[in-house]
C-alpha cells in the first residue's frame, strides 16, 4: 500500500508541460505593485535565500493548474497546495524547498509557458487565488489531509483507503469533455513485451504470451484496473500504467493486429479533486469551498492566520 501511494505522489507531480525546466530561484517574485503576501512561514530555497510560503504558492499553483481554468477552482487549487506545504512543515517555521519536493515557477517560466501576451493576466489571476485564499488550508480530525488531486478522471473519482478517508468516489463526467480525455496507444507484441519485462516479476515474459495472456483481473468502482494479469504474473494496475507510461490506469488492454492496443480514460491517479471538475464546476458558479466539499469527504476549512494585507 505504501508504494502505491507512492505513486500516487508521483503522479500529482506530473507536468502539464514536461518540456519546461522547472527548478529555479523565485527571485522574491520582485515587483513594486505586488503587495506583499505574509504568513510567517518561510520556504528555504535551493540556490539562495527564502520566500514566505504564501509567496511561494503563487509559482506552485501555476505550475500545478492551467491558469486558463475558472477562478474558483485556482483557489480550490491554492488551498490544495497550501495543505500540501503545511502538512510537510508541522509546526516548523521553516522547510527547505528540496523537502517540500514541490516544483514552482518563477516568472520568466511563467511567461514562457503562457506567452508574453497572457503574462500579465494570468500572473495576476493566479497571485489572486493565492491572496484571496491567504491562510486557508482543509482539515480531518484535527490533521491536514494528504490533498491529492489529479487532472481529469475516468468519469467518477476513487474511493481512498483507511489512511485516507476524506477522498470520496464522487460522479465527475464533466471531465469528460476534457482534452486528452481519452488516450489510444499501441505497441508491436515485441514492444509491449519489452515494456513489461522492464517490470519486477515480468523478466519471464515471452513476446508469444502477447496479447493472449493479458486478463485484467480486477478494478475499483471508478474504473480503474488494481490488478491485471499478463503473462504468469499478477500485476499492479497502476505499476502497469507506469511501465506502459499511459496517463491514467482506468485503461483496457485488448489485441491489435499482432500487437496489443490500450485505450485510456482520465488524465492522473484519479483520487482527490479532478482539477478538470472543479474548472467545470466554477465555471458553472460554485465556490472554490464547495468545489473541496465535494471532492474531499468531512473535511473542515479553517484559516490559520489573518490576512495581512488588509
Not at 502539464?16 to 513594486?32: C, D, H, P, W
Not at 524547498?97 to 516568472?107: F, G, I
Not at 500504467?241 to 491517479?269: D, I, K, W
Request: with cysteine; proline share 2%; glycine share 10%.
Amino acid at each position: 500500500m505504501r508504494r502505491f501511494w507512492i505513486f500516487c505522489v508521483l503522479a500529482v507531480m506530473f507536468p502539464y508541460v514536461a518540456t519546461l525546466a522547472l527548478r529555479g530561484t523565485i527571485k522574491g517574485m520582485e515587483n513594486s505593485e505586488k503587495g506583499e503576501l505574509l504568513s510567517g512561514r518561510q520556504v528555504r530555497l535551493d540556490r539562495q535565500g527564502y520566500v514566505d510560503v504564501e509567496e511561494y504558492l503563487v509559482g506552485v499553483v501555476a505550475r500545478q493548474m492551467p491558469a486558463d481554468y475558472a477562478e474558483e477552482a485556482l483557489k480550490a487549487q491554492a488551498i490544495i497546495a497550501r495543505t500540501c506545504v503545511y502538512r510537510q512543515m508541522e509546526e516548523r517555521s521553516e522547510i527547505s524547498q528540496t523537502e517540500l519536493n514541490m516544483d514552482y515557477l518563477e516568472e520568466g517560466q511563467m511567461e514562457k509557458l503562457w506567452g508574453k501576451p497572457k503574462f500579465l493576466e494570468y500572473y495576476q489571476k493566479v497571485r489572486q487565488a493565492v491572496e484571496e485564499t491567504n491562510g486557508i488550508v482543509m482539515e480531518w480530525e484535527g490533521e491536514y489531509i494528504e490533498p491529492l488531486f489529479h487532472r481529469c478522471s475516468g468519469g467518477w473519482t476513487r474511493e481512498g483507503d483507511q489512511g485516507h478517508p476524506y477522498l470520496a468516489s464522487v460522479d465527475s463526467r464533466e471531465d469528460l469533455e476534457s482534452d486528452g480525455y481519452l488516450t489510444v496507444v499501441t505497441w508491436t507484441a515485441g514492444e509491449f513485451t519489452e515494456r513489461i519485462r522492464q517490470m519486477k516479476e515480468g523478466e519471464s515474459l515471452t513476446q508469444e504470451q502477447i496479447p493472449d495472456s493479458i486478463q485484467v483481473i480486477q478494478k475499483d468502482d471508478a474504473g480503474y484496473v488494481t490488478r491485471i494479469q499478463i503473462g504468469s504474473h499478477s500485476f499492479d494496475g497502476e505499476e502497469v500504467r507506469m511501465a506502459l507510461g499511459l496517463p491514467s490506469a482506468a485503461f483496457t488492454l485488448e489485441g491489435y493486429e499482432g500487437g496489443v492496443r490500450a485505450v485510456c480514460r482520465g488524465q492522473g491517479h484519479g483520487y482527490g479533486m479532478s482539477q478538470y471538475g472543479a474548472h467545470k464546476k466554477a465555471s458553472n458558479g460554485m465556490k472554490a469551498e464547495e468545489i473541496l466539499a465535494y471532492y474531499y469527504r468531512d473535511i473542515k476549512i479553517s484559516k490559520l492566520f489573518e490576512d495581512n494585507n488588509e
